[in-house]
């Protein structure tokens, strides 16, 4: 399969006007060693040098420097770029500074870390690529998450579960593909500060399992090689039972010591082998797969067991949190799979090991388009966390619909938990600054697949290069990072910007107004997740319920419901129970109201729900002229691509419009005062 370089892409030329060329690229180091023997720093001056041909023709060999002295030297508009290794400090790994000296027209990327060289780089080549003024070059980042991690979901047969953007790159068969396009992936990803990835998918089942075994040692080390010159570790996701399934052991308890001692040769062996090896991604006792429960034993019993094992290698156990009920009996008002996460995991905060860090969904339940922060997050105090957000549009459109991501992922970022500080938020937590472990991060489920263009819908590549750039630094803005991916996978044209800016801003609250209202969520067709079904979820054993009657709707999960609410510290929990200081926007998450209920926006719910749906598909249709006056401006291929993704869009947003709009007037008995039919 063909792919495209993305915002790689080298048709983007150079932007900055007072650079005619780029004369040499050196290494240097002030430490005395000799910088080309870091695998990274020789990744980072390739990728220099390959922008440098793409942007100026001419591709300069990198060349070893002990003194820039030589460089003062500028008599053209040409420049040189030194990539200087600095002694070590107490800076993040991977933090870099880029220095631009306009009268020279020297460059030099520094950093103490080979990946701190190679963000470097890559940033450089996007200031070259989107900025105007040579001085704009100058800056100095470092990277906020320890952890900035992908979570792929693929499939050993090379289907990904949730997958909108074609088969796996990585599977086919119950092969391990290894070919250009890995290396393809493993640049674009570190390009914006990628530093893990989980290449299989969280369900661990079939030959998956043996993932960790013998049987793929060898695709398993030249993957982990490959990705390394990249500054980004190779994580696998483990089956739980595979000392049953591979061991031929009749349990899996993890305090057994067959089973530990199983373990141990399995997981010794493999890191023999591939000491380079990040660790482990496990989802136990979650969706049927197995787990410490079975044996009576605790999530931390399982996690520590295996963090033990790892230890000694540097390795990490990436916990999920997704633990609860999904054989609810549908009748059952009292049992609240929101609940289920702070219920597993607070009563076992301090008891994990250093190298285990909990990976906690941002909402309670599954990824909807609208959903609280977990309270999980200002719960734990002395555990390791991290984020997990998706950026596979499994609920949110499904790569068919365009979804911003991006704006949501900062809101849930900027919450503010009230753990300790009164300004502390999410971000602090998973960033390490509430509590000062290095441990923690941001993970994404991904939305790629090998599509030419990676993740399917074109724009939906925001996302994936939204996160990245994001879990680098969460200050950035949503509209920073648009306006930096839209430069470069589309140039610079500011008509361009000005309509695919409005796009992806407009999106998620479209998508929001169109589907399931006031964040209830959970209003979709049961299996593949995609088109309206209100009751797809309602009498259904997954814990999804929105509670509609002829009076009213939402699920009750204040003190007189499920008691969720009071899972938030305060004053959090008083804003949510209290009807008047409740948003609009999660209410029927929180409450029971009825369809009458007034929101603060002066609307009744069920008005609210008419209305919304109307402007929701209005607004898809907007989306689409917007991105129909691109045409003749967008080369004819992508703007073929993303017009026929808009007109599924616009069908299916008026679909949900009539299904819901429908449902509602019939169940509530209240017609829209408008008096749309
Ligand atoms: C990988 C949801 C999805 C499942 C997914 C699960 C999870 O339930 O629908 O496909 O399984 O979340 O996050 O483990």
């Known amino acids: 399969m063909e792919y495209e370089a993305a915002w790689l892409d080298g048709r983007v030329p150079c932007a900055v006007p007072d650079i005619g060329g780029i004369d040499g690229i050196y290494l240097m180091s002030d430490t005395g060693g000799i910088p080309s023997d870091n695998v990274i720093i020789d990744t980072a001056a390739r990728e220099m040098g390959r922008a440098v041909r793409e942007m100026f023709g001419t591709e300069p060999v990198p060349k070893q420097l002990l003194s820039t002295d030589t460089l003062y030297t500028k008599s053209n508009l040409n420049a040189n770029i030194v990539l200087r290794t600095t002694a070590a400090d107490n800076k993040p790994v991977g933090a870099f500074s880029i220095t631009a000296d306009g009268s020279t027209g020297l460059i030099t990327v520094s950093s103490a870390s080979g990946e701190g060289i190679l963000y470097g780089v890559f940033r450089l080549i996007f200031l070259l690529r989107t900025v105007t003024a040579f001085d704009r070059l100058n800056c100095s980042e470092s990277p906020a998450s320890p952890l900035r991690m992908l979570n792929h979901w693929d499939n050993l047969d090379g289907s990904i579960e949730r997958g909108y953007s074609g088969k796996s790159f990585f599977f086919e068969n119950d092969r391990i593909i290894i070919n250009d396009r890995t290396e393809a992936y493993a640049r674009l990803i570190a390009s914006v500060g990628i530093n893990a990835v989980v290449i299989n998918n969280v369900n661990v089942k079939a030959a998956a399992t043996k993932l960790i075994s013998a049987v793929y040692r060898s695709e398993i080390k030249t993957l982990t090689g490959l990705f390394k010159k990249y500054g980004i570790r190779l994580y696998l996701s483990l089956n739980f039972a595979a000392p049953m399934e591979l061991g031929g052991l009749d349990g899996s308890d993890p305090l057994d010591e067959k089973v530990r001692a199983w373990w141990k040769r399995a997981l010794d062996d493999l890191y023999t082998d591939v000491p380079d090896l990040g660790g482990f991604l496990i989802k136990a006792d979650s969706e049927g797969r197995p787990g410490p429960f079975t044996y009576g034993r605790t999530h931390a019993d399982g996690a520590n067991m295996l963090a033990d094992i790892i230890a000694p290698y540097g390795g990490l156990i990436i916990w999920r949190c997704f633990v609860y009920n999904c054989k609810q009996d549908w009748r059952d008002t009292v049992t609240d799979r929101a609940k289920a996460q702070y219920d597993n995991f607070i009563p076992l905060d301090g008891q994990f090991r250093d190298n285990v860090i909990l ?319």
């Open 359 to 677: 990976q906690i969904k941002n909402g309670p339940m599954d990824f909807q388009a609208r959903e609280p922060v977990s309270p999980l997050f200002g719960g734990l105090k002395k555990t390791n966390e991290m984020m997990e957000f998706q950026i596979a549009q499994e609920y949110t459109g499904q790569q068919k619909h365009v979804f911003y991501l991006i704006p949501m992922f900062k809101e849930v970022l900027e919450f503010r938990t009230y753990i300790k500080d009164t300004d502390d938020t999410v971000c602090d937590i998973v960033t390490g600054r509430t509590f000062g472990n290095v441990n923690c991060g941001m993970a994404a489920v991904t939305n790629t697949g090998n599509d030419e263009n990676w993740t399917g819908h074109d724009l939906a590549a925001a996302n994936l290069f939204g996160f990245g750039r994001l879990s680098f630094d969460p200050t950035l803005s949503s509209e920073d990072i648009a306006r930096e991916w839209i430069a470069l996978t589309f140039g610079s044209d500011d008509v361009i910007f000005q309509l695919i800016s409005y796009i992806l801003s407009t999106s998620g609250p479209t998508y929001e107004k169109y589907t399931a209202p006031l964040g209830v969520g959970w209003m979709v067709n049961p299996g593949h997740h995609y088109g309206p079904n209100v009751d797809g979820y309602e009498f259904s054993e997954w814990g999804t319920y929105h509670r509609s009657d002829a009076e009213g709707m939402g699920v009750e999960r204040g003190i007189k419901g499920t008691g969720y609410i009071q899972q938030y510290n305060e004053p959090n929990a008083s804003t949510y129970e209290n009807l008047e200081t409740c948003p609009d926007e999660l209410l029927l998450f929180m409450h029971h109201v009825p369809y009458t209920y007034r929101l603060h926006s002066g609307k009744t719910v069920i008005q609210h729900i008419y209305d919304s749906h109307y402007e929701g598909a209005e607004e898809a249709v907007r989306m689409r002229s917007a991105w129909c006056s691109l045409k003749g401006r967008i080369d004819a291929k992508r703007y073929e691509r993303v017009l026929a993704r808009f007109d599924l869009q616009v069908e299916s947003a008026a679909e949900w419009r009539d299904a819901i709009c429908s449902y509602y007037r019939q169940k509530s008995g209240i017609p829209d005062e408008k008096g749309r039919i």
